[in-house]
C-alpha cells in the first residue's frame, strides 16, 4: 500500500509509491539487435496489458476490453494511490502519515500511437473532457476524496513514461499544498474585493490586451501575467463555477476546440515541445463556491528547474508573458 507523508517543515504531503519504479518506459527505446521493441500497452491488441477498463468509448455491442475502441479510462496499474484502506492519519508530531486511500487512472485518448492531442479532432478531445468530468463527479461521491486532480504529461521531458497520448486522474485524500494556495488567494481577494479573482483577472486581461492568446464565447487563454515557465498558459471559463464537474457539454466542447487550436499554435512556434496541462478545481468541501474558480494550466517544457527554482521556490523566465501572447497569436516573432 503506498503510503501518504507530510513534511513537518512546511506541511507539504508527499506519497511514497515504491512499485511506481515498476513502470514501463518507451521514449528513446533501442532493443538489442534483432529484437524487437516491446508493445505498447496502450496500443488496440494489447488490452490485457492494461487492468479492466471502467470507461470506453466504443461502438454499441462491441465487447468490454476488445480492441474496437476510441478512448479507454483504465486504472493505473503502477499507481500512486490505490482504493483499498481507510484515509485516516497515524503518527503525530513531526511523524504524521497516512495510507495512500485514493485512486490513480489512465485516460488512453486515442488508438493511434502517433496521434498527439493536437492532431485529434475538436470532438473527441470534448468526449474525452466529458469522460473526465464525469469520472471526477463519481469520484468525489467517495466520502474519503477530497480533491481529484486531472493532468497531461507529454513527453518525456514533462514526466511522461509512455509516449502514446494519455491523461491521469488522480483522487486524493488531501488538498494539495498548492491547491490550497491558490484557494487560499481566491478567498483572500472575495473578501477583500467582494468578487472572484479569476473573473477579474478575465476582465482586466481583455481590457489591457497584452496577454490574452484566444478569445472565445466561453473561455478565454491567457499568457500567465507570473509565469513559472515560459509560454504558460491559463484557459478559463467565463461562467463562474468553482468545480470543473459543473462545465456543460457546450462548453466542454469549446474548450475542445480550444485546446486543439492553442496546441496547436504552440506546436508551430516551439516545435512540438513537451508540455504539463492541469486541471484545477475546488475540493468536495462547499465554501469555495463563491471565491474560486476552475481552470486549465498549460506550461510548456523546454527549460529545467534549477537549484534557484527548486531552492527559492522563484521561477525565472526568459520570455516575457506579453511577448509569449504575442507569438501565440501569431503576431510576433518566432
Known sequence: MPEMRRDPVNGRWVIIAPDRADRPHDFHHRPA?????????????????????????????????????????VPNRYPALRLEGEAAENGGGLRRRMPAA???????????????????????IADMLRICRNR??????????????????????????????????????VVPKHV??????????????????????????????????????????LAAFAPRKPYETWIIPRRHEARFETATDDELHELGGLLKSL?????????????????????????????????????????????FEWGAGVYISHVSPERAAAQLRGGGQS
Not at 488567494?185 to 483577472?201: D, I
Open 263 to 307: 496546441l496547436g499554435r504552440m506546436n508551430d512556434l516551439l516545435h512540438r515541445p513537451p508540455f504539463n496541462l492541469v486541471l484545477h478545481s475546488a475540493p468536495r468541501e462547499d465554501g469555495h463556491r463563491e471565491s474560486f474558480h476552475w481552470h486549465l494550466e498549460l506550461l510548456p517544457e523546454f527549460t529545467w528547474i534549477a537549484g
Open 180 to 221: 490550497l494556495e491558490e484557494l487560499t488567494g481566491a478567498v483572500r481577494h472575495q473578501r477583500e474585493t467582494g468578487r472572484c479573482l479569476y473573473c477579474r483577472m478575465i476582465e482586466e486581461e481583455e481590457r489591457l490586451g497584452e496577454r490574452v492568446v484566444q478569445q472565445r464565447e466561453r473561455f478565454a487563454a
Open 102 to 124: 485514493g485512486s490513480h487512472e489512465v485516460l488512453i485518448e486515442t488508438p493511434n500511437h502517433e496521434e498527439g492531442l493536437a492532431e485529434m479532432s475538436a470532438g473527441h
Open 136 to 173: 471526477c463527479s463519481a469520484l468525489l461521491d467517495d466520502p474519503r476524496i477530497r480533491h481529484v486532480m486531472l493532468f497531461k504529461n507529454h513527453g518525456a521531458r514533462a514526466g511522461a513514461s509512455l509516449s502514446h497520448s494519455h491523461s491521469q486522474i488522480v483522487a486524493l485524500p
Open 33 to 73: 539487435e534483432g529484437n524487437a521493441a516491446p508493445p505498447c500497452p496502450f496500443c488496440p491488441g494489447n488490452e490485457t496489458e492494461t487492468p479492466p477498463e471502467i470507461i470506453a468509448l466504443r461502438p454499441a455491442g462491441s465487447p468490454a476490453d476488445g480492441p474496437d475502441w476510441r478512448a479507454r479510462l
